[in-house]
């Protein structure tokens, strides 16, 4: 650390990204809950054409995203904005929403960012134990005082909570803004943006990264009335109005008008889900509910490292994460079938 460096030492506390390793051609990468499918081809060509006006800045209102976003969700454009990456608009609604008098709270285990941002911008933090069957009660968010972030479906756990319990959230701290962070909805969980017009108090944050096989695009959406998007867009305009370049705006464009494409991946990856839970199952493994991309899965004869470290030597990269209750566990992402059976194979090999 430089002597000019502004923060204490141990202040911050990085997010760790998973491994994003130069060498992918060799590898099956399992790690981070990205889609093995590729974008459409029309995504591509709609990069190419951007890409002829990149020596002009982007629309730094994002009219034409936000149009589309309105005419899929049945909401107006002032309903949404746009970040670059989900990542993003989670620290605009840290800062437009916590400060030192108005606290965060979140469960123990989930997204590791929200631990990240609070240290950053020094919010006082409720951590809200997840229940023995690693589900966040919704009975535990009641009268919060708080903001309140929630993944939904969560990870790494890739359990879902109803659209009826995030209701119930919502009702029970009216005066709070209440984050649905739903990186992985599409792969089988309740959408919560219906809610929106009737709940001042909700804050839907979306992503590309995981269903629309457009993580390395970085573009996210938040989705809430336009009184708070108008707080976040004070926020992102006092940061940086340019968030979502052009070739990323061009990109997003493409992919919401070709939905069927990117649903018909989500089914895939769905019946893959089913398919390596079931294969798992047979293995002695036990794997929680999971409504994403991936699984969350242990076997009483293994640690979660040591099978995330054999299985790197047959050069497949999982992910593990070394906390008390999380040990055991070793996060997998749903690949094509192709990389299912190779990874069931790699496993039966190391057990
Ligand atoms: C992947 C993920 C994100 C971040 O997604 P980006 O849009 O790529 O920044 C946010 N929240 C959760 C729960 C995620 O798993």
Redesign the pocket.
């Known amino acids: 650390m430089s002597k000019y460096f502004s923060r204490k030492p141990g202040e911050l506390k990085a997010y760790v990204p998973g491994e994003q390793p130069r060498n992918v051609q060799q590898l099956i990468k399992l790690n981070?809950?990205e889609s093995p499918l590729p974008p459409a081809p029309e995504v591509i060509d709609a990069v190419a054409a951007a890409a002829q006006k990149a020596n002009l800045y982007c629309d730094p209102t994002m009219f034409k995203l936000r149009e589309d976003l309105a005419s899929i969700y049945g909401y107006t454009p002032d309903h949404f904005t746009l970040?670059?990456?989900?990542?993003?608009?989670?620290s605009f609604a840290f800062l437009a929403f916590c400060n030192k008098e108005i606290g965060v709270a979140y469960a123990d285990i989930?997204?590791g960012?929200y631990s990240v941002l609070s240290r950053l911008y020094a919010t006082d933090t409720k951590i809200i134990p997840l229940d023995a069957q690693y589900c966040i009660n919704p009975y535990d968010y009641s009268a919060l005082g708080r903001t309140i972030f929630i993944?939904n479906p969560?990870?790494p756990t890739g359990i879902a909570l109803t659209r009826a319990q995030i209701e119930g959230v919502l009702q029970a701290n009216p005066d709070n803004v209440v984050v649905i962070?739903?990186?992985?909805v599409d792969f089988g969980a309740e959408c919560a943006i219906p809610l929106v017009k009737k709940y001042d108090n909700l804050l839907v944050?979306n992503?590309?990264?995981?269903s629309r096989s457009f993580?390395g695009g970085?573009?996210?959406f938040a989705v809430a009335q336009p009184e708070l998007i108008a707080n976040l867009e004070t926020i992102r305009n006092s940061i940086n109005p340019y968030n979502v370049n052009s070739l990323s705006q061009a990109a997003a464009h493409a992919i919401l008008q070709h939905n069927d494409y990117y649903m018909q991946n989500c089914s895939v990856i769905a019946q893959n889900r089913a398919y390596l839970t079931k294969q798992l199952d047979a293995l002695g493994f036990t794997t929680l509910p999971s409504m994403t991309n991936f699984v969350f899965t242990r076997h009483p004869a293994i640690s979660g490292e040591q099978l995330y470290l054999q299985l790197k030597q047959r050069a497949i990269l999982v992910r593990y994460f070394d906390s008390p209750r999380l040990r055991d566990f070793c996060r997998i992402t749903i690949g094509t079938r192709e990389q299912v059976d190779a990874l069931l194979d790699a496993i039966r090999s190391i057990l």
């Open positions: 981070t809950n970040g670059n990456g989900s990542d993003e608009l989670l989930t997204y960012f993944a969560n990870a962070d739903q990186a992985y944050i992503t590309f990264s995981k993580a970085r573009v996210g």
